[in-house]
């Protein structure tokens, strides 16, 4: 049987004027992805470097079902430079929230409303 191309999940960016930290906050809603007592129902793979970044998250739907999703969301150019060692991600019910640490402080919005977001890479794996 032929493994299923990867689901690409809902996503929304959120670029916080005047957070002292100079993040920008990407939302990735992911249906069943839960967390309890501090565990994830997933494997999750996060990659990010100075312009790019990607989240790999993998799961079985029901135990012993058998069925997996993969969930796959690649950004190929990122508005500019962040700063990998502190970026970060962190689960909730239903989503996984990226932090990008931005190199410099400005806004990305205009970018990001003009743009349509962030630039996706397509191209399979």
Same mark, same amino acid.
């Given at each position: 049987m032929a493994e299923a191309d990867p689901i690409l999940p809902f996503v929304d960016t959120r670029d916080h004027q005047g957070d002292p930290d100079h993040y920008l906050e990407v939302? $990735? @809603?992911? +249906?069943?992805? #839960?967390?309890c007592c501090g565990k994830v129902n997933a494997c999750i793979d996060f990659q990010v470097t100075e312009r790019s970044f990607s989240l790999g998250v993998e799961f079985s739907t029901l135990k012993g079902s058998g069925e997996v999703r993969k969930y796959l &969301? #690649? $950004?190929?150019r990122l508005p500019a430079n962040i700063v990998p060692d502190k970026s970060s991600y962190k689960v909730k019910k239903g989503q996984v929230v990226i932090k990008?640490? #931005? /190199? $410099?402080? +400005?806004?990305?919005? %205009? &970018? =990001? !409303?003009? %743009? %349509? %977001? =962030? +630039?996706? !890479? @397509? +191209? /399979?794996?």
């Open positions: 939302l $990735v @809603t992911i +249906e069943n992805l #839960k967390k &969301y #690649k $950004v190929k990008l640490r #931005k /190199a $410099v402080p +400005e806004s990305w919005i %205009g &970018y =990001l !409303d003009r %743009g %349509g %977001g =962030l +630039e996706q !890479d @397509t +191209e /399979a794996s």
